[in-house]
């Protein structure tokens, strides 16, 4: 049992468990509404156009979660029986629940990559485009900027432009599972539409590192969000008077994105305090994400919780920590102490 109470607690388990802000909440209570299935909520159509500004897009849609987003970006750009490319390590792959296959009749075909990362000459061997009724034509190639399963790795500018062009030379569309794509931006030092905009569909999600308590969006060319709209309502996602919610997306594009940069400092020093202690991380954590090598990560797990540090065990070796904007340099230094308190119990790294 631990000893912490609820409000002692420093959960590093995702940064979806961040809570609204006290603006935020203003904002929200404070928010003009209408009905958005019938276009009419005025802050749902701010967020939609300020959000495809600032990706470069024409056109954005707010749906309620990422998944959601992912699953539009695939929709309105393929067919039934199309093949679509995405590393082994996807997100859209691993962890939502088969819906590209179930939902979208796609067949996905999965490509290796150092930290989830799909290179050019990789995409370029796995295309398909024949007149063979035997074979299941590609036409879409999906990344994932910051790459989940990758401890945060960033597409570069440039890496992001090889491999679209590469896709679109091919006559593919390219759709960016962007949940994190501020992240990337905030940590290569770039506009967020400068690693967007070389592909045709952007998702990013408003609740994760920008703080909002639900929500994501969908931007790319008029006609392809127009699609995806269409599939919005056949997937159940049109949600009446949003504006409610749009208003904490608003306040966190405004507001929040600021903080990002704090969120990576955290996890870089955190990294580096327990680097120290001879800790093991099997991967590069440039953003927000830090993986550590353990013997048994359910028992770490176990322990940090008694001593109210929330982490989660993705593999039996293996853990995630996530910095965001509701833990401070304060919940850094007890994250820190508990890590080295249990590392040092268990014998572990291994």
């Given amino acids: 049992m631990s000893i912490y109470s609820d409000t002692d607690i420093v959960d590093l388990r995702s940064d979806t468990v961040t809570r609204p802000s006290p603006g935020m909440r203003c904002a929200m209570a404070d928010a003009e509404v209408g009905d958005d299935v019938f276009g009419e909520d005025p802050t749902v159509n701010r967020l939609q156009a300020v ?18 987003a992912n699953l539009l970006g695939f929709l309105s750009q393929t067919r039934p029986g199309d093949a679509v490319l995405l590393s082994e390590d996807a997100h859209p792959f691993r962890y939502e629940r088969a819906n590209l296959a179930m939902v979208g009749g796609l067949l996905p075909i999965t490509l290796p990559g150092q930290w989830g990362k799909i290179t050019p000459e990789t995409l370029r061997g796995r295309i398909v485009v024949s007149d063979d009724p035997h074979l299941a034509n590609t036409t879409l190639a999906s990344l994932e900027n910051t790459v989940n399963r990758g401890g945060g790795a960033c ?16 006559g593919l569309r390219v759709h960016c599972d962007g949940a994190r794509i501020f992240n990337a931006a905030v940590a290569l030092g770039v506009e967020a539409a400068r690693l967007a905009r070389p592909c045709d569909t952007v998702s990013f999600c408003l609740s994760k590192g920008l703080g909002a ?15 995806a709209l269409a599939f919005r309502k056949m997937l159940g996602g049109g949600m009446r ?9 608003l306040y966190a594009l405004e507001h929040h994105l600021r903080d990002l940069g704090e969120d990576h400092r955290r996890a870089r020093e955190f990294r580096e305090a327990l680097e120290r202690e001879g800790a093991v991380f099997p991967m590069p954590s440039p953003t927000n994400m830090v993986y550590l090598q353990v013997r048994d990560a359910r028992a770490v797990v176990d322990r940090l919780r008694q001593r109210g540090v929330l982490v989660l065990a993705v593999a039996a070796d293996r853990i995630r920590v996530v910095f965001h904007r509701d833990i401070d340099d304060a919940g850094l230094r007890r994250a820190v102490e508990a890590f080295r308190a249990v590392l040092a119990e268990s014998q572990t790294p291994c």
């Fill in 213 to 227: 308590p639900a929500g994501s969006l969908l931007a790319g060319p008029r006609e392809t969000v127009a699609r």
């Fill in 51 to 68: 959000a495809a500004e600032m990706l470069g897009k024409e056109a954005a849609l707010f749906v309620p979660t990422g998944t959601m």
């Fill in 241 to 249: 008077q949003a504006g409610v919610l749009a208003a904490a997306g």
């Fill in 155 to 170: 597409y570069t500018v440039e890496e992001t432009e090889a491999f679209c062009a590469v896709a679109h030379e091919h």
